[in-house]
Each structure stands twice: as structure tokens, then as C-alpha cells.
């Protein structure tokens, strides 16, 4: 593995969100962090790669990697975007957010053209946090995570308004409260060897309608849906390497390596040692 250098990005020092205050590299190669990164194209013809996906980005469209995704800047060009980034515990300590990380992990890209109204609200609070960022305000750090929870707002309901429930016999509003439960509890459990039942009988429901609202609300299973938890999970420990890659799966849940390493090659495309390695 080639022993890349330092990403040359100067960023303020506002806690746990920074903002690019300088011109972005044409390119960087492919890495991740603990961090969401937002980046909102000021000019045509910005090429970037999340996971195995290109997106070339025309101005004014927004482009999202979120926590832990392997992302590359393809080549933009001169002062052609600007990003923010932010930790992922912004995310992490608002259970509402991670019940619905399934759907927000997946939106990566959305298009001015055919969303102007959440791009523009997005690059106008970035502007914001740029903008407080210079100031001497001692409020400055709050402001500045009240600008991220505003966009995680507006991208949460933009992704929530696109899903089909596909429900009949029961209001969306009343499943999906069982199913915001039962990610709850499965997020707060996930170490641990817990069953379907389990959550099913936390939730106050039987094992087989829980099943099903879990593949019309959450499009996966239950062992699909907690695989990915512990894998999120295994992602961080990875980035302490201290600990053995043995025993990040066992602390993320997982009970075999076997398991472990099956399960995050599906989800990352990329063997647990090799994904370590991609940590910036």
C-alpha cells in the first residue's frame, strides 16, 4: 500500500465541524474517516467517487459522503467546490437520525437541477458555518452544529418524502414508530447476541410482522439490517489499530470471523485489513 501524504486541506478549528477556507485539490485519492463530508460544486464538471459510484457534479448540485465511506476527488477544477465536514458522533447521539441511516447512507448525490430548493438550502448553510467560522463569535462552535443538525433536517426529510412504504394495513406514522423502536434497541444492543425475537418481543410485536415491516420500511431483513450496525460498529474500532482486527469483530458483535469477514466485504466492498489501511 502506497504511503500517501497529508490531505492538503486548511480548516478552521470550530470543535467537531470544519470548513474548507481554502481552494479544494483537483484530486485526492481514495480514503475515509469518521467524519460525514458535504461538498456543494461551484463550478461544472466536478468528478468524485463514493464507494464504487462516480459522480460528476454541475454547479450547485451536492455531493455526500457519509461516515466511514470510501471517497475519492476524481478532478474538479480550480475553486470549483467547497465541502464541510463534521464527526460522525453529530449523527451518533440522535437515535431519530441513526433509525433512518440505512436511507440516509444511501442518498449521496442530489441534483440542483431537480432539487434546487434543498441544494440551495444546503449551500447557503454551508456559507453560514464559513461565515461564522471567521467571526469571533463565542458562540461560535453551537451555531455551527445548529447549521449541520439544519441540513441533516432538510437532507432527512428530502430522503423520507423519495420512500415508497408500500403500506396497507397499517398507517405509516403507527409502523414505522415500531420500527424507529426496534432500530433503537438494536443500535443499543448490537454488541451483544440478540435474536429477531428478541426485538420483536421489546417492541410488543410478533416475529413475523416485525420481518415484515422491517422489508417494506427499512428494504432488508432483520440479520441484514444488524450485520450492518455491527459492521458500522467493526469500522470504528478499526480505526484504533491497537486492537486486533480479531477482536474488532467479536466487540462489534459478530461471532465468528468468518461472519465478520463475509459480512463486511458485502456491505464495504473491501476486506477488513484493506479497509484499514484506506484510513485517513
Not at 465536514?85 to 440542483?112: G, H, P
Not at 461564522?132 to 430522503?159: F, G, Q
Not at 418481543?201 to 428494504?219: A, C, E, I, P, Q
Request: charged content about 20%.
Amino acid at each position: 500500500m502506497e504511503n500517501f501524504g497529508k490531505e492538503f486541506i486548511k480548516f478552521d478549528t470550530v470543535s467537531s465541524v470544519s470548513v474548507t477556507d481554502v481552494s479544494a485539490p483537483g484530486t485526492y485519492h481514495a480514503h475515509w474517516h469518521n467524519a460525514a463530508e458535504f461538498t456543494v460544486a461551484l463550478k461544472d464538471s466536478c468528478i468524485y467517487r463514493i464507494n464504487d459510484e462516480v459522480f460528476e457534479l454541475n454547479a450547485g448540485d451536492v455531493l455526500l459522503a457519509w461516515p466511514q465511506q470510501i471517497h475519492e476527488t476524481i478532478s474538479i477544477p480550480a475553486d470549483g467546490a467547497m465541502f464541510t465536514q463534521f464527526s460522525a458522533v453529530i449523527i451518533e447521539n440522535n437515535l431519530d437520525l441513526v433509525s433512518i441511516s440505512r436511507f440516509l447512507y444511501n442518498c449521496k448525490y442530489i441534483s440542483a437541477q431537480k432539487y434546487p430548493e434543498v441544494t440551495s438550502y444546503i449551500a447557503n448553510s454551508i456559507m453560514e458555518i464559513k461565515k461564522i467560522h471567521s467571526s469571533s463569535d463565542p458562540l461560535a462552535e453551537t451555531k455551527c452544529k445548529l447549521c449541520i443538525y439544519n441540513i441533516l433536517i432538510k437532507i432527512s426529510e428530502h430522503v423520507l418524502s423519495t420512500i415508497n412504504y408500500n403500506s396497507t394495513d397499517e398507517t405509516p406514522d403507527t409502523s414505522w414508530n415500531y420500527i424507529k423502536a426496534a432500530c433503537t434497541y438494536i443500535i443499543e444492543n448490537s454488541a451483544d447476541d440478540i435474536s429477531q425475537k428478541d426485538v420483536a418481543d421489546h417492541v410488543g410485536l410478533s416475529t413475523f410482522y416485525l420481518s415484515k415491516l422491517f422489508k417494506r420500511y427499512m428494504n432488508m431483513s432483520f440479520p441484514a439490517y444488524l450485520s450492518n450496525i455491527r459492521v458500522q460498529a467493526a469500522a470504528k474500532l478499526l480505526m484504533d489499530k491497537s486492537i486486533s482486527i480479531t477482536d474488532c469483530a467479536f466487540l462489534a458483535g459478530f461471532q465468528s470471523t468468518t461472519a465478520f469477514n463475509n459480512a463486511f466485504h458485502k456491505i464495504t466492498g473491501y476486506s477488513p485489513r484493506d479497509y484499514r489501511k484506506l484510513y485517513r
